[in-house]
């Protein structure tokens, strides 16, 4: 079975150690004027990867480059660089030449050529006479859905294939809400958004006019999106897209899951790490390098609210407010999946190295900081994990009628004794 670890020391093995020299189809790009100059950002066509060009010392009053002109690393910002879309790693231009030139008809065409701090170089060219014309209305099918969580508010974006393409919906929830009802016609007065992403802002966005959006339910638990768009310049846009039925973890096995063990341990000590909480979402880690077991959980909480409630959180996969986060077998869009592990040591570093992805069952936060993991992997496995808040009484003890922690209201805040000491409900010790 393979293990997380040895994924990382593949993918680090198979890096390159030597330059390479790269052509990049570049599928749209934004121009920016600032006072110093004017910025060129050059997206490559599955828009994973940003070219960044930003050139000053133009001569006075001007506003663009000098079509026909060819600008080296020189004429530019000094943090000429590009960057990498999903994990925004940065690599700076140690060389580069960028030129704009348009033909008779007045398509632009821009070809440029940057070597990195890594030493490879990438020959990248936009030519907006090979760019497809935008549609104009039309009927389509998204590729993906895409529902986001915001503080107050869902979003509902319909991608395709074709980057220029993408249609943005957001809709305000009222207070307790979590998601749009299924079955209502939703228009434009109910959005708080009522334009287009388009060229996903690298072009001007497509202004809606009217709009009609419906929700519509499976028995699976699937759903339909339909949307009909009416834009300011009169084309109409009948959109599509499917959102898939939450995963079945009784049908499925996830990579790196542990199929023949069950996992039980008690954690003496863990961090629950609230920074996110206005985001909705706060995540806890548990480590003991002496028995070599750790546990990773992220807990879905409520967007805009500041505490951290003692609840029985289920965990699945529906990111609903007040549940855990069940495995998806990687890390996705704003989500990693929970597990408990052991860990291996390679050069005094830990890593996770057997897991079992928690696909069902309940996390328990107890008003005293204990945590309670009762759930199974992907192949049905027990999983059981008790996690005492740093400082909590022996564990030997720790179910002892005359040892058992009382609240008390101080100040306005509940405070859990244990013995001579005091926590918060979430496990920090106060002193």
């Known amino acids: 079975m393979r293990k997380i670890l040895s994924l990382l020391m593949s993918l680090v093995v198979s890096m390159t150690l030597w330059a390479e020299t790269t052509n990049v189809t570049v599928s749209m790009y934004k121009k920016v004027t600032q006072s110093t100059g004017v910025t060129y950002q ?45 994990t925004y790693t940065y690599s700076m231009f140690t060389a580069a030449s960028f030129k704009v030139t348009a033909n008779e ?34 009927t389509f099918t998204a590729d993906t859905v895409v529902v986001t969580r915001y503080i107050g508010e869902i979003e509902y974006a319909f ?23 299924a079955g209502v016609t939703y228009t434009t007065l109910d959005m708080n ?7 996903y ?19 699976d638990g699937s759903a339909t999106i339909t949307a009909t768009i009416e834009d300011e310049d009169g084309n109409t846009w009948h959109w599509t897209g499917t959102i898939p039925a939450p995963l079945d973890p009784t049908k499925q096995h996830l990579e790196f899951d542990t199929p023949d063990e069950d996992f039980d341990f008690n954690f003496t000590s863990y961090d629950l790490n609230l920074d996110n909480l206005v985001n909705g979402y706060a995540v806890l880690t548990a480590y003991d390098t002496e028995n070599m077991k750790m546990v990773y959980l992220q807990f879905w909480t409520k967007p805009g609210v500041d505490k951290f409630v003692a609840a029985v959180y289920p965990i699945d996969y529906s990111q609903a407010n007040y549940t855990v986060n069940a495995s998806t077998g990687a890390q996705g ?27 069902t ?26 996690l005492y808040p ?37 496990g920090s010790r106060v002193y």
């Open 42 to 86: 050059l997206l490559n066509e599955n828009m994973s990867r940003m070219y960044v060009f930003p050139i000053e010392n133009l001569p006075v009053g001007a506003e663009d480059v000098e079509y026909g002109k060819t600008y080296t690393l020189t004429d530019m910002n000094q943090y000429s660089y590009w960057i990498e879309q999903a």
């Open 105 to 138: 008809a007045g398509k632009v065409r821009i070809d440029a050529q940057v070597t990195d701090d890594k030493g490879d170089t990438y020959i990248l060219l936009y030519d907006e006479a090979a760019v497809p014309e935008m549609p104009k209305g039309g």
């Open 159 to 181: 991608e395709t294939n074709d980057p220029r393409l993408a249609f943005v919906f957001d809709f305000p929830l009222a207070e307790g809400e979590e998601d749009i009802e």
């Open 193 to 199: 958004l009522t334009y287009s992403v388009g060229y």
């Open 201 to 219: 802002q690298f072009q001007p966005c497509i202004q809606y006019k009217t709009v009609s959006f419906v929700k519509t339910l499976a028995e």
């Open 333 to 359: 869009e704003g989500m990693t999946p929970s597990f408990v592990a052991t860990l291996t040591n390679v050069s005094d570093t830990y890593y996770p190295n057997q897991l079992w992805m928690l696909v």
């Open 361 to 386: 069952g309940t996390v328990t936060v107890r008003e005293d900081g204990l945590i309670i993991i009762e759930g199974q992997n992907s192949y049905g496995r027990t999983v059981k994990a008790v």
């Open 390 to 426: 740093d400082g909590y009484q022996a564990l030997e003890d720790a179910l002892t009628e005359t040892l058992k922690p009382r609240k008390v209201l101080q100040n306005g805040q509940i405070l859990i004794i244990q013995q001579d000491r005091k926590f918060t409900i979430t």
